[in-house]
């Protein structure tokens, strides 16, 4: 069921930079991933958890700094222990059943020994019924948990989720976080980026809080979410409107001055 | 007008009839066509996915090359080729000037740029779609190209149908280094510029019906394939 071992784990981040264009969208990030946990990195649009996981999953290189697979060596390649579900993911024009199929003969796995692992993957994400169709007319949810499918069946070591649920609806969104807790249970590390505070208590086992390319808090989920240390991260869990403009908006809250956030802040369960 | 009522009349006639002179011209303007879209197609599909994806020396020259060469005039190929093939030419030996090969060989140059540049373009686009899953999966740009190929199908037979619509209509190439010889390289663009003058109107219009009707097919099918596709396969 797990990946051979030895482990491509802990992967390490160290002293991490990216720019783009001028600007620095990562900065300094250092931190640890060892096995077993679930991670979610939380953050406001723009924070940089994209650009932190497609770092972690070498899609883009540091302008600075070190991403280390510290278990990788000897013959292991970190990248064929490792899967990615994009925000967005890309099906290929051709059937579900041939989608994941495709993503196992690149690991090089032949014909024969296939054949079982896409049945098996599509049964567990529940799209057994359809393999056969075309897999870009499948709705939005059903080509989310296809994603889920062809990851599945690579049976990786580390999968990175970039917000998989972020334009999904209630009901596609829970059949997507049972499948990620499934593929969780069967022994993947999961590193998962999200907006969704709801979703973070959910699967969370630690969060990572970043801001504005820096990693603010690093926490239990119990913790973080009981009382964050960092109080941008104490904002942005209670939800406050405009919650990063707070150091303003402090100034600006003399008793009887009309407050720029208009509305009390409110509470996201 | 009543010559011209009668030229269709007989033109209608003809082609009805299969009579055997149209037949034959129209066979060797379909085998030649046919086989040089073939042969660019071959060539262009990979060529235009291998500039789509790979960064190497001079590929910006090769991009603007490519979509330049889209626009060749057909008598320009037809005299470069003539000049190659006549008996004083590099490739005078083979003797190849006036058969169907040399206008095979005319036409295949005018065709692979057309499909190699817009096969690069639709590639480049998907590419820019694909490129972090594909990555993601463990296919660099070398191994996701037939993949990309693949999913962009729909796309390139209509890329291929222009180029055969490209090929079935020019006369200035084959009529140069084909010479419109009756029975040989006799095809239904050569025919139809050359019989007019020599008064055969009824078989030059029989031609233009066929050549016109053939282009209106080709067009519909690249139309009712791309619709279909996208329908079936998103
Ligand atoms: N290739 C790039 N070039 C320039 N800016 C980028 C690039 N990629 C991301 N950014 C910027 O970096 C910031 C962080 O992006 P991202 O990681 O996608 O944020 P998010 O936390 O919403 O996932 C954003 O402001 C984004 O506009
Ligand atoms: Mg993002």
Known sequence: MMAPSPSILPLELRDVSFEAGGKRLVKDFSCTFAGGKRSIVLGPNGAGKSLLLRLCHGLIRPSAGEVIWHGAGGGIDPASRQAMVFQRPVMLRRSVAANV????????????????????????????????????????????????????????????????????????????????????????????????????????????????????????????????????????????????????????????????????????? | MTDFGAAFAAAFAMVAGFDPDLAEIVGLSLQVSLLAVGLATVIGLPVGAAVALFRFPGRTALVVALNALMGLPPVVVGLIVYLLLSRAGPFGVLGLLFTPTAMIIAQVLLVTPIIAALTRQVVEDLWVEYEDQMRSLGAGPARALTALLWDGRFTLITAVLAGFGRASAEVGAVMIVGGNIDHVTRVMTTAIALEVSKGDLALALGLGIVLMTLSLAVNAAAFLVKETAQRHYG
Request: hydrophobic share 45%.
């Open chain 1, 101 to 269: 199929d495709y993503a196992l003969s690149l690991r090089g796995l032949d014909r024969s020994r296939r054949t079982a692992l896409v049945d098996e993957a599509l049964a567990r994400a529940g799209l057994s019924r359809l393999a056969a169709s075309p897999a870009r007319v499948l709705s939005v949810g059903e080509q989310q948990k296809l994603a889920l499918a062809r990851v599945w069946a690579l049976k990786p070591e580390v999968l990175f989720l970039d917000e998989p649920t972020a334009s999904l609806d209630p009901s596609a969104t829970h059949g997507v976080e049972e499948i990620i807790a499934a593929i969780h249970a069967a022994g993947t590390r999961i590193i998962m980026t999200t907006h969704d505070l709801g979703q973070a208590r959910r699967l969370a086992d630690e969060v990572l809080f970043l801001h504005r390319g820096r990693l603010l808090e690093r926490a239990t989920a119990e913790a973080f979410f009981a009382q964050p240390k960092n109080d941008l991260a104490q904002a942005f869990i209670r939800g406050e409107l405009l919650w990063w403009r707070r150091g303003r908006d402090n100034l600006a809250a003399r008793p009887g001055a009309p407050s720029e956030e208009g509305d009390p802040p409110c509470t996201v369960h």
